[in-house]
């Protein structure tokens, strides 16, 4: 990682997005800022250099901003208690479907590029895809992008082998204005999560649950080996 000059973060104005800007500042790095929110923010040593206001749904106006990138960290959402129809729209669309469009669209710029350095996208799916969160509509959005994820991981574009990294983040309950009485404290988070994105790994898991260790890379496994089976079959394309 010490080539990759610029890093992109959605949520940036988050509690999270705000440990890992403070890091990746401090560690030399360029960070490009994505929020939901009106941009007035100042611009100092702990902030992301440069701060882009975006919306779900108009992903594509995005594309400017993430040509220059060279990490992408999926790292926006919401935790939205209702059980209505209304509220499983909103945790979808915010959860999983814009995820969805950035990551194709990060990988649509990659496929256009001829360059040879490698790019990488982060995605924050949660343990609440697999692990019950007390929230129905939270844990169909994080379950619905952690399976995608790892379906895109294993049936990556040929042409984008060896240029685009994914990796899946896995977080337990950790402090902030969406969950309070979180567990983890979120500077701690940030540092493991940084500190783990060094390695050549896939999965980055940040939990004081021990069995999220054990499940999580059991269904890795079962993914990467069913897809294997659909594409020496080929089932698939």
């Known amino acids: 990682m010490n080539d990759l000059k610029t890093i992109g973060i959605t949520g940036s104005s988050g509690t999270l997005g705000k440990e890992l800007t403070k890091i990746f500042r401090n560690k030399g790095y360029k960070v490009i800022g994505f929020t939901h929110n009106k941009i007035n923010f100042p611009i100092t040593n702990d902030s992301p250099n440069e701060w882009v206001q975006w919306e779900c749904g108009k992903e594509y106006l995005l594309e400017k901003h993430l040509q220059k990138i060279d990490i992408l960290i999926l790292n926006h959402g919401?935790?939205?208690?209702?059980?209505?129809?209304?509220?499983?729209?909103?945790?979808?669309?915010?959860?999983?479907?814009?995820?969805?469009?950035?990551?194709?669209?990060?990988?649509e710029i990659i496929l256009k590029n001829d360059s040879e350095k490698v790019k990488e996208i982060w995605i924050n799916t949660s343990e609440a895809e697999i692990l019950p969160a007390l929230n129905p509509s939270y844990e169909v959005s994080k379950s619905l992008i952690g399976q995608f994820v790892s379906f895109k991981k294993n049936l990556i574009h040929k042409n984008l082998q060896g240029r685009f990294k994914i990796k899946k983040i896995i977080l337990g309950p950790f402090k902030s204005k969406l969950n309070p009485i979180?567990?983890?404290?979120?500077?701690?988070?940030?540092?493991i999560i940084y500190n783990l994105s060094n390695l050549d790994i896939f999965l980055i898991i940040v939990s004081p649950n021990p069995v999220s260790y054990i499940i999580f890379p059991i269904k890795e496994v079962y993914i990467f080996l069913y897809c294997q089976f659909l594409k020496m079959t080929k089932l698939i394309d």
């Open 78 to 107: 919401i935790y939205d208690k209702g059980t209505v129809k209304k509220c499983f729209e909103k945790s979808l669309e915010i959860n999983a479907i814009s995820k969805f469009r950035l990551l194709h669209l990060f990988e």
């Open 182 to 191: 979180g567990i983890m404290r979120p500077e701690y988070v940030a540092k």
